[in-house]
């Protein structure tokens, strides 16, 4: 179940994977993507780390 797991998201493109955990951004599981994908997709969600964290929270705030 997704809230039982800490904060993360998942990316997902034409058969490739990855699994990012929020509260220290870091890859928990990618599969496909080469590294310089997985550099700009990096980039994007430390960029926004926030914002998933919050939408995170909202979404399942109530569902702990």
């Known amino acids: 179940m997704e809230e039982r797991e800490p904060p993360h998201i998942h990316v997902a493109h034409a058969g490739r994977y990855a699994k990012f955990w929020l509260e220290t951004v ?7 993507f080469r590294t310089h994908e997985m550099t ?12 998933f964290l919050e939408k995170w929270h909202e979404y399942f705030g109530g569902k702990r």
Do not use: L, M, Q, Y
């Open 40 to 51: 700009e997709i990096r980039r994007i969600v430390v960029d926004n780390a926030w914002f």
């Open 26 to 32: 870091s890859v928990a599981d990618v599969k496909g």
